[in-house]
């Protein structure tokens, strides 16, 4: 059968992410499998009183109302001046601080860092949606089709979840020690498994720290060809020389930029290269015109700030709301992992932790484009949480909350190519919301209080999609 119904609903759902302007569109039917997690449905939707930080990078502003009217927002102001139609169903949000859904940039759907890597297709969509991620861009799979599926799943409404965006296996290159990784040998080798994933679905390619220039090359003329992008966890190939070649976006920033590493050979990761990195002096003359080369360039990097600091012994703290999200086995190995850090290879001292924020603030000061994502990981960096956990490091870092909202939502959006159609609370663009319950701009904190979140105009509970989740992590 060379259509099924399946295949026709999947190509229609997917339409839905187009950045197109289709003004008011009514939604889709509630399905049975996500009713028990929507606690808003109506046609038209009247957000009143909140508090707004609109991701434009405007400061918030107070006493705000939003108006829904099918999948977008129809209108936004001051509450005083603010037609609310007749027959919308009004939330007075009192007290409530709404920002845009999270536009995610390393939102991975596996969980690993422990002894068995498992697949997060269960936990990881009702997470990442239960603190406020409406959009997720992977970046690299151990289990990709367990994420493709996963990801069609999502599109046909059969699980709550964000928008997302695959990326396939991780590529790498032959001299890669790890068997979750596609060592890619020739030119013809990266068409070929860049063109069979963008065919499976994957919007982006993923590569790690043992490619050389010529086979990134590859995948990146082989992606855009597809009208695709590529994003990298970098080492063998410097910031620069990626960003020469074209990369769409760098994930991790300043502690993956093997560029600084004295006696760097090309096309080899320097043994160490993390280590070094805490003696390197972000505010020399080299590295800031390092940063302004890439700012320059229009090459994007993704900050993941907050699973950094999960490997920083001074610091982390495992979080009880999200230990109690994994299965009671591997909580015991993530406990022993946090107890002992040390031991796991890779500490993040204080300091380097402090350099990585410095380059992120200087690139953005460089007039470079910054986004955030997660990168759960065995630390006890769970989704949705870290998202969260971005929030207060971004602040750390000296942002300030309104920049740091849009760094985590219209930013991921324009990195995306999406930004007319999310990352931003305005007329037009997509219902994607996300309530919380008192003011993160004086408490960051309270971002973690999330209790209703709108993707495409549907509100969901919050609460129902974290309970889902307890215990699952590790397992499913
Ligand atoms: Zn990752």
Redesign the pocket.
Known sequence: MPFSLRTIRLALSLSALLPTFAGAQARQQVTRDIRPFVSVDAPVVALTHVRLIDGTGAASRDDQTIVIEGTRIARVGPSAGTTVPAGARVLDLSGRTVVPGFVGL?E?TYFGGVRRTTAMTTSAPLLYLAFGVTTAMT??SQLPYHERNMARDVSLDRTPGPRFLISGPYLDGPATRSGMARALESPAEARRVVDYWADEGATWFKVMGQISRERLGDVIRAAHARGLRVTG?LCSVTFAEASALGIDALQHGFITASDYVPGKRPDECPIGNMHEQADVDVGSPAVQASIRALAQRGTSVVSTLGVYESFSPERFQLDTAAMAMLDPEVRREVEANHANIAAGGLVVTDVLLKKMMRWERDFVAAGGLLGAGC?PWGTGYLPGFGDVRNYEMLLEAGFSPATAIQIMTLNGARILGMDRDIGAITAGRQADLVVVRGDPVSRPRDLYQVTTVFRGGLGYDAKALRDAARGLVGVR
Do not use: P, R, S, T
Request: glycine share 16%; proline share 0%.
């Open positions: 390393h991975h970046a690299g966890h990168d």
